[in-house]
């Protein structure tokens, strides 16, 4: 049994969208953020973040891990090139990438106190939006040559990944609709059934899902 430890909208929402491709039974904890945590959930994961993912008592933690794990355990639901295809080592390689260029600096730009900061000014913000902005870019010429998902035709967990930290670029000062072939994906991953039915159990809104509709 699955038990996904997620707050609204946070890293967990790949995640929750790819347990709903699976079609497993799962059960949702939402943490909350906005208080220390409990040290219950300390115990399952002791830096305080989401998500965690708890497979029949056993804590794991790292959203990309968690979407590699999944797609370990449901080759059917076919969310990644099995091991040997062509596209495995770019699966793989997107999965991690993603995770350090995006999601690396966007825990940056949403916790100032990881760089010892109170808050961000201008200063502050200048540089990691500059690399988030180079990231996109970068995606974008990929999508653009080699699209419409990251493994060309074929959907896998890391444009979930992407879609996610796309979601999270929505109220920066150049968001990452901004570039035709982010917005294309964004628009693609979104209109899955599997991540209509996460946003709607998380509550989310808008965001490509009701401009879609
Ligand atoms: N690299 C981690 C990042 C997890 C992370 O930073 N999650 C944020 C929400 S998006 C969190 O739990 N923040 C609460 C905190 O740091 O106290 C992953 O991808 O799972």
């Not at 390689?93 to 966007?106: E, H, I, K, N, R």
Request: with cysteine.
């Amino acid at each position: 049994m699955y038990t996904l430890y997620y707050s609204p909208g946070a890293a967990s929402l790949a995640v929750h969208a790819a347990l709903h491709d699976t079609g497993a039974p799962h059960r949702l904890v939402n943490v909350d953020l906005d208080v220390p945590r409990t040290e219950d959930y300390l115990r399952l994961n002791p830096q305080g973040t989401v998500p965690t993912l708890d497979i029949d008592g056993l804590a794991h933690r790292e959203s990309a891990a968690i979407l590699m794990l999944l797609t370990e355990r449901h080759p059917e639901a076919g969310l990644a090139p099995a091991p040997g295809a062509p596209d495995r080592g770019a699966w793989l390689q997107w999965s991690v990438a993603l995770a350090t260029s995006l999601g690396g600096p966007f825990r940056l730009w949403f916790y100032p106190q990881d760089l010892g900061l109170d808050a961000h000014d201008e200063q502050s913000r200048a540089p990691i939006r500059r690399t988030l902005e180079a990231g996109f870019e970068r995606i974008a010429s990929h999508l653009a040559a080699h699209g419409p998902y990251l493994l060309g035709e074929h959907f896998s967990t890391a444009d979930y990944q992407l879609c996610m930290y796309l979601r999270w670029s929505r109220a920066m000062p150049k968001p990452a609709t901004e570039w035709p072939e982010l917005e294309r994906l964004a628009r693609l991953v979104t209109a899955r059934p599997a991540w209509r039915r996460a946003v709607g159990h998380e509550g989310l809104r808008g965001w490509l899902l009701d401009e879609a509709q």
